[in-house]
């Protein structure tokens, strides 16, 4: 019996004898493909779901504004469209909430000032309207109108946000106010009711970013279940008029 070193039939050193745990470069070949293979297949179900979730997306949001059949404890309008504002302040007049909250106002914007976008109602925004210049984000905004609710003791609440931001809007306020009925008022704007998203680039980049802000809250908050437990104590000092 031969006790030197193993050869592959012609002579030359067996290198997979000398290295037992060596692989076969055609195994290690068809590994890596299947890897990849998997990575692939992965890649393109989730691309799929994110393209079907968009769509689903696109479909839920308002393309027209809703008349409101019921009224509220309280409305709160969250920042960041023009048309916001006035048309929460007009909902305010028209006797549908008793008070009304602006949350995410610039730290250098006044009652005053707001009342240059609706002169008659000057008088409204002075004794019933609260501004709430902390908020930054829509998380802010949610947290800093839970605050207002359980000082004001509300139990039902009209949303004010553009019909794009309502989604996130409801979902981040109704992790923050489980047990206070919310009421969707959604602000559409001309370019979102007259043209198909798809024509327009500036339309689909922004509801594509808000979506995926959507489906990026939605994860975070099945992280973080449940309501913020911060303090709701002192909300006078953190809202002006």
Known sequence: MSIGPSTDGQ???DETARDPARVPSGTAYRVVRGLVGGLAVLALLGFVALAG???WFVESVPKSEVTLNRDADGIVVLTGGASRIPDAI???AAGHGKRLLITGVHR???SRELARLVPRYEQLLKCCVDLDHSAINTVGNAAETRRWVKDQRFTSVIVVTSSYHMPRSMAELG???????L??????TEKMRDEAWWDSLPTARLLMSEYLKYVYAQIRMRIAPGPDTTDVAGAHGRMGS
Do not use: H, N, Y
């Open 53 to 55: 979730g968009f769509v």
């Open 183 to 188: 009421i969707a008022f959604p602000v559409v």
């Open 11 to 13: 002579g030359r050193p």
């Open 108 to 110: 250098t914007t006044s």
């Open 175 to 181: 992790r923050q106010l489980p047990d206070v009925r």
């Open 90 to 92: 007009e909902l305010l």
